[in-house]
C-alpha cells in the first residue's frame, strides 16, 4: 500500500512569486487536506477536497487555492508569495468526507521565501 | 474560539521511565482525537485515534485515554526508549464545522528520551 507522497520535498521562493505544491492521496483515500506547519507551531488547517470539491476551509487568503483531480490526487497553489509563507506544507489523506476518520501524512514539503 | 493545548512544551527524562502528555481541548463536541509524533523535518505519524464515543486506545507501549467532560486527554509512554525522542502533536476534529474544519492541533510537546 502506498502512503500520502509529496512534491517538492523543498523549494526556494522569492517574494511575489507563485508556486504549487503536490500530493498523491493513500491509495483508497478520496480526501485531501493540506496544513501549514510554521516553525515550532502546530499545523494550521488550509483546506479539504472530498470528490474534487472544496468542502472545507480554514482562515487562509483566496491566494491559497487548490485542486483536486480524478485519481484523488491534489495541488495547493500559492500566488503572491509573502515572507511569512515559508513554513512546512503538509498534505493529509483520509477515506471518505469530513474529518471523522484518521489521518495519513506525508512528509511535507518545506517553503522557503526570500 | 476553539484551541487545543498541551502541556508541557518540553520534557526531558532518563531512559525507561514512564511518562504522561497532556492535552486539553475548550470544546467537549469533538468527533475524535488524535495523537501524532513528528521527527524533525518531517511529517507526521499517526499514533492513536480515539473516537468520540471511547475512553482510550492502546498500541504497544502506548495508551491514550479521553474525557471528553474534562476536555482532557493523556498519552502513556511506558519504558521510554532514546527512539521515543520527538514532538508529541494532538489533534482534535471539532463537531461544529461538521467535520470539515479540519484538525484543530496543539503546539506539540517536545520530548527527549536520554539514554
Known amino acids: 500500500e502506498t502512503g500520502v507522497t509529496q512534491s517538492p520535498t523543498h523549494l526556494i521562493k522569492t517574494r511575489g512569486q507563485q508556486v504549487t505544491l503536490r500530493c498523491s492521496s493513500q491509495?483508497?483515500?478520496?480526501?485531501v487536506s493540506w496544513y501549514q506547519q510554521a516553525l515550532g507551531q502546530g499545523p494550521q488547517f488550509i483546506f479539504q477536497y472530498y470528490r474534487e470539491e472544496e468542502n472545507g476551509r480554514g482562515n487562509f487568503p483566496p491566494r491559497f487555492s487548490g485542486l483536486q483531480f480524478p485519481n484523488y490526487s491534489s495541488e495547493l497553489n500559492v500566488n503572491a508569495l509573502e515572507l511569512d509563507d515559508s513554513a512546512l506544507y503538509l498534505c493529509a489523506s483520509s477515506p471518505g468526507g469530513g474529518n471523522t476518520g484518521e489521518l495519513f501524512f506525508g512528509e511535507g514539503s518545506r517553503l522557503t521565501v526570500l | 474560539k476553539q484551541e487545543v493545548t498541551q502541556i508541557p512544551a518540553a520534557l526531558s527524562v532518563p531512559e525507561g521511565e514512564n511518562l504522561v502528555l497532556n492535552c486539553s481541548f475548550t470544546?467537549?463536541?469533538?468527533?475524535?482525537l488524535q495523537w501524532f509524533r513528528q521527527d524533525p523535518g518531517k511529517g507526521l505519524t499517526s499514533l492513536l485515534l480515539?473516537?468520540?464515543?471511547?475512553r482510550e486506545q492502546t498500541s504497544g507501549r502506548l495508551n491514550a485515554s479521553l474525557d471528553k467532560s474534562s476536555g482532557r486527554s493523556t498519552l502513556y509512554i511506558a519504558a521510554s526508549q532514546p527512539g521515543d525522542s520527538a514532538t508529541y502533536l494532538c489533534?482534535?476534529?471539532?463537531?461544529?464545522?461538521?467535520?470539515?474544519?479540519?484538525?484543530?492541533f496543539g503546539k506539540g510537546t517536545h520530548l527527549i528520551i536520554q539514554p
Open positions: 480515539i473516537q468520540s464515543s471511547q
Open positions: 491509495s483508497g483515500h478520496n480526501t
Open positions: 470544546d467537549s463536541a469533538i468527533y475524535n
Open positions: 489533534a482534535v476534529t471539532y463537531v461544529r464545522g461538521g467535520g470539515a474544519d479540519g484538525l484543530t
